[in-house]
């Protein structure tokens, strides 16, 4: 009964990177591992692919948009994301839209099973003021 329960945890639960962390002169990256072999793949790689993504979400006027590297073997990186909201739009959806949008943008581009932790921190909601046409 206890394993039957472990199981369904365990389906639920999304699945992280568990890839070694190394560092040259050039920065930290992650090795992956694929049916090729093992590629490296930097941090400011993952970061500007984040980035990218991030761009996507429009209920952020203005982000700020960092990797950070841990120490823990289960997830060797989190992104966190500091950002101004804009009015109208709720936190938590644009969190989890962010989540979803960044993790999707990293699947695509280093595989499946790649999984990191997006911390968002909202510092100020801001009124948006639309455009004016001009005639």
């Known amino acids: 009964?206890?394993?039957?329960?472990?199981?369904?945890?365990?389906?639920?639960t999304k699945k992280v990177v568990t890839l070694p962390t190394a560092r040259t002169s050039s920065g930290d990256f992650l090795l992956k591992k694929t049916d090729f072999g093992l590629v490296?793949?930097?941090?400011?790689?993952?970061?500007?692919?984040?980035?990218?993504?991030?761009?996507?979400?429009?209920?952020?006027?203005?982000?700020?948009?960092?990797?950070?590297?841990?120490?823990?073997?289960?997830t060797p990186m989190k992104i966190r994301l500091t950002a101004t909201l804009a009015e109208g739009y709720s936190a938590p959806r644009a969190s989890q839209a962010a989540d979803r949008i960044i993790n999707d943008a990293l699947k695509?581009?280093?595989?499946?099973?790649?999984?990191?932790?997006?911390?968002?921190?909202?510092?100020?909601?801001?009124?948006?003021?639309?455009?004016?046409?001009v005639r």
């Open 40 to 74: 490296r793949v930097e941090y400011a790689t993952v970061e500007k692919l984040a980035r990218r993504a991030l761009s996507e979400v429009r209920e952020f006027h203005e982000a700020e948009l960092v990797v950070e590297k841990l120490e823990n073997h289960v």
């Open 1 to 12: 009964m206890l394993k039957d329960l472990i199981k369904k945890i365990l389906k639920r």
């Open 108 to 133: 695509e581009s280093l595989g499946q099973g790649f999984y990191t932790p997006v911390e968002v921190r909202v510092k100020q909601i801001i009124p948006v003021v639309p455009k004016r046409r």
